[in-house]
């Protein structure tokens, strides 16, 4: 039996103009709880990021868009960190929302009901008047769908929404940054939002309009195939945690895995369930450099960034 290797916890000493980089660094010598996963899942992203040949999926909840964490998601993009995005609905929602509109600071213990006399919606803490979210969607997302599905009426999730990226006016959007650095978006659960509303509503005068859900997952499936490897730093649970790992193990299962998460995994959830446990499905591979960080990944995905941007860029 080979010894027990015993690295010493070290104390972090906080010092006037370190970098977030220097902190997490710090972190990975405290061994201080979840401070010492933030740090290990950084180093993770890091090896990912410079392999050659990897894949790169982001994977989130539509939630986070409505925050400042967007900027960040925008960053990763722009920085070319990222190949593929598999998200929600409310994610196309909240960019196209907020590029032409403002979403506000609230507080989680707002009067709800007095929110909804002044026809705003509560976000956590983030608030979202009804003229900044809806109408916007409306007035802007039906004359663009005259323009995409003049010629073709039948389209894949990734293509409509990088359709709806080439048209996005400034570079401070998702969609927009998405289509000028080729990454698709695909969103498996289209209709579960505004924008998916609006197609609904467009399919109303245009009852030849399909969406190709199938070209989402064949596409999908060749990307994962084809890559020599694959990494994900995977935010939340639901349907775009799961499309991340369910193509994953027709090829053995992900060789990279950052899980950021607030979910517990007693209840059996796939929101709550570890990384661990995708090992076992064949999903994550059981040699993978895996990590999952409990914590708001409105914290944990800026100080994960502000990582890498210290040692890539």
């Not at 061994?31 to 990897?54: N, P, R, S, V």
């Not at 998916?196 to 999908?220: A, C, K, V």
């Not at 960080?293 to 502000?306: H, K, Q, R, S």
Request: glycine share 8%; hydrophobic share 40%.
């Amino acid at each position: 039996m080979s010894e027990l290797e015993l690295v010493p916890v070290e104390d972090i000493k906080v010092k006037k103009g370190m970098t977030v980089n220097d902190m997490l660094e710090a972190m990975g010598r405290s061994g201080g709880f979840t401070a010492q996963k933030l740090a290990d899942a950084t180093d993770i992203a890091e090896k990912m990021i410079k392999k050659k040949g990897c894949l790169r999926i982001l994977s989130f909840p539509a939630c986070i868009m409505a925050t400042g964490t967007r900027g960040v998601l925008i960053d990763m993009v722009k920085n070319h960190m990222v190949d593929l995005i598999i998200t929600t609905c409310g994610t196309l929602d909240h960019d196209i929302s907020r590029t032409f509109a403002a979403y506000y600071k609230g507080d989680f213990m707002m009067d709800d009901a007095r929110l909804r006399r002044h026809s705003v919606s509560r976000l956590g803490n983030v608030l979202v008047p009804d003229s900044c979210y809806g109408i916007v969607l409306e007035d802007n997302l039906l004359p663009m769908f005259d323009e995409i599905f003049k010629d073709r009426k039948d389209m894949t999730t990734h293509e409509i929404i990088d359709e709806v990226g080439k048209r996005m006016p400034g570079e401070d959007s998702l969609l927009y940054q998405c289509h000028a650095n080729k990454v698709p978006i695909v969103v498996p659960g289209i209709t579960d939002g505004s924008f998916g509303s609006q197609l609904w509503t467009y399919y109303q005068m245009h009852r030849n309009l399909r969406i190709d859900l199938f070209g989402d997952e064949q596409m999908l499936a060749e990307m994962t195939n084809d890559a020599k490897y694959t990494g994900a730093i995977i935010i939340g649970g639901g349907i775009s945690k799961h499309h991340v790992i369910w193509w994953n193990q027709f090829r053995g299962g992900l060789d990279f895995c950052i899980y950021l998460t607030t979910a517990q995994e007693y209840d059996g959830s796939l929101s709550g369930a570890a990384i661990r446990e995708a090992v076992s499905w064949g999903k994550v591979k059981s040699n993978a450099k895996k990590m999952t960080v409990e914590g708001d990944a409105t914290i944990t995905l800026p100080l994960i960034y502000a990582g890498l941007a210290d040692r890539l860029l």
